[in-house]
């Protein structure tokens, strides 16, 4: 396998799906997970549900501010629903985002006690515009992507030599899908600032044909993701890293906000379990890198992978999204989990 790369490879879901083209684009996948973290999943079926998904995306930004203002973020402590311009933060700068979001869960979660633990309150109910069809198409298509992501989970585990269901058990009851709005922007603006995933497992990203997403090798240089028509990009996630001990590693990107006219896209984040800490990584981390020999491609050591998801300074993967949650939604968080949001821009503030 190359060392780095100059751009994110293409995997066909059809091929995974039939038995005689199998292995090889188990090859191609296995290559895509190593060493770049990224790739375009392609031929899947769900073509047709991207296209009426974002065709239903610009009536749904262009409600009314009080239909919108019905649903904001700020009604939620799992951090859903409604985000106006300029309210998430990246890399310490703002992001050019007429809403960042829509933001939506899977839906059922069971409503927080307060014998949960405090974190847990991240798993809730959505808030959903008043507009005909928004809920169904919400439902619609977070039914279908989980499918497509609990298959595509299969797949990255046999691509790594392990038995298909090993990573089951680390997929979390909630998943998150975001309604994406980039404004029409000044040159060289940030639309979503240098990051890494942090939210999960993978990210299951629909583009429009616009681009403007850009991905950063392992020589510094920032690669572009042009839009594959009726494609997926996948891209690992910090909790995907950890598991993993760090030989699949997140891979930093970028939104450079577009200048001739209003983008869209729509993420699906595939949940992973609140609940993990280092300890209970430390067995499945080890068996995987134990299955490759030493390599420049990944990161060295079992769990001491830099990320802020698995950092000692938190119980567990639940506490440190919800510190991220708080400090990207600080308006949020200062509502919802004053003490928090104290103790938490403290800490990032060292």
């Known amino acids: 396998m190359v060392e780095t790369f100059s751009s994110v490879p293409k995997v066909d879901y059809s091929r995974l799906q039939d038995p005689s083209a199998k292995d090889d684009?188990?090859?191609?996948?296995?290559?895509?997970?190593?060493?770049?973290?990224?790739?375009?999943?392609?031929?899947?079926?769900?073509e047709d549900l991207f296209r009426r998904a974002h065709e239903a995306l610009p009536a749904l930004f262009a409600l009314p501010s009080g239909v919108k203002e019905e649903c904001n973020m700020m009604n939620s402590p799992s951090f859903l629903g409604y985000t106006q311009f300029g309210a998430e933060?990246?890399?310490?700068?703002?992001?050019?985002?007429?809403s960042k979001q829509f933001d939506f869960g899977t839906p059922g979660m069971k409503s927080w006690t307060s014998q949960d633990p405090f974190w847990q309150r991240l798993e809730g109910s959505n808030q959903y515009p008043a507009h005909p069809g928004s809920r169904s198409l919400v439902e619609e298509y977070i039914t279908a992507i989980d499918e497509l992501?609990?298959?595509?989970?299969?797949?990255?585990?046999?691509?790594?030599?392990?038995?298909?269901?090993?990573?089951?058990?680390?997929?979390?009851?909630?998943?998150?899908?975001?309604?994406?709005?980039?404004p029409q922007s000044a040159p060289e603006s940030q639309g979503v600032g240098p990051h890494k995933d942090s939210a999960g497992l993978f990210t299951f990203l629909s583009q429009d044909d616009s681009g403007g997403l850009q991905v950063l090798n392992k020589n510094g240089e920032w690669v572009d993701?042009?839009?594959?028509?009726?494609?997926?990009?996948?891209?690992?996630?910090?909790?995907?890293?950890?598991?993993?001990?760090?030989?699949?590693?997140?891979?930093?990107?970028?939104?450079?906000?577009?200048?001739?006219r209003t983008q869209y896209s729509i993420p699906y984040f595939l949940g992973v379990r609140l609940d993990l800490t280092l300890d209970k990584l430390k067995e499945p981390a080890a068996h995987i890198v134990s299955c490759f020999p030493t390599s420049d491609n990944r990161k060295k050591g079992a769990i001491d992978v830099p990320s802020e998801f698995?950092?000692?300074?938190?119980?567990?993967?639940?506490?440190?999204?919800?510190?991220?949650?708080?400090?990207?939604?600080?308006?949020?968080?200062?509502?919802?989990?004053?003490?928090?949001y104290s103790k938490y821009s403290q800490q990032a503030l060292k």
Request: net charge neutral.
């Open 25 to 46: 684009e188990l090859l191609n996948l296995r290559e895509a997970i190593f060493v770049v973290g990224f790739l375009y999943l392609t031929d899947t079926g769900l």
């Open 89 to 98: 933060t990246t890399a310490a700068r703002t992001d050019l985002r007429e």
């Open 149 to 182: 992501a609990q298959s595509f989970l299969h797949l990255v585990a046999e691509c790594l030599c392990l038995p298909t269901n090993t990573l089951d058990e680390f997929k979390g009851r909630m998943s998150r899908l975001k309604f994406v709005k980039y």
């Open 225 to 260: 993701v042009p839009p594959v028509d009726g494609s997926l990009v996948i891209n690992i996630q910090q909790g995907f890293e950890a598991i993993t001990g760090g030989a699949c590693a997140a891979t930093t990107h970028r939104v450079v906000a577009p200048t001739s």
């Open 310 to 340: 698995m950092s000692p300074l938190y119980a567990c993967f639940g506490e440190a999204h919800l510190r991220n949650r708080i400090l990207s939604h600080p308006d949020v968080g200062r509502r919802w989990y004053p003490e928090l």
